[in-house]
Nanobody, 122 residues
Framework: QVQLVESGGGLVQTGGSLRLSCAASGRTFSSYAMGWFRQAPGKERDFVAAISWSGGNTYYADSVRGRFTISRDNAKNTVYLKMNSLKPEDTAVYYC???????????????WGQGTQVTVSS
């Protein structure tokens, strides 16, 4: 059993920044690849970013590459998503996820967090 709890969402203006956090408990955090997904109203849940168990490899959706940075601190059992240059199109509920490999995280996820709302105003 693994529990994932997101935090750090909120309301920001276009061009602003936020840092999301996802705290894990229940299993060995470093055994899992971690990632972030987001879902806007009326749309499917989309992949945002992923990071390998070691932190040595990261992957990003084209829409966020260069603006968002995923990182992890295994000592704190926490994964982060630093979001810069935010746009209204980034408005969504952001979900933390854990799976066996970062390269397959889009299709093979073992655990989900409950989500945190990010709203970017014009």
């Amino acid at each position: 059993q693994v529990q994932l709890v997101e935090s750090g969402g909120g309301l920001v203006q276009t061009g602003g920044s936020l840092r999301l956090s996802c705290a894990a408990s229940g299993r060995t955090f470093s055994s899992y690849a971690m990632g972030w997904f987001r879902q806007a109203p009326g749309k499917e849940r989309d992949f945002v970013a992923a990071i390998s168990w070691s932190g040595g490899n990261t992957y990003y959706a084209d829409s966020v590459r260069g603006r968002f940075t995923i990182s992890r601190d295994n000592a704190k059992n926490t994964v982060y998503l630093k979001m810069n240059s935010l746009k209204p199109e980034d408005t969504a509920v952001y979900y933390c996820a854990a799976g066996p490999q970062a390269t397959t995280l889009r299709d093979l996820i073992n655990y989900w967090g409950q989500g945190t709302q990010v709203t970017v105003s014009s």
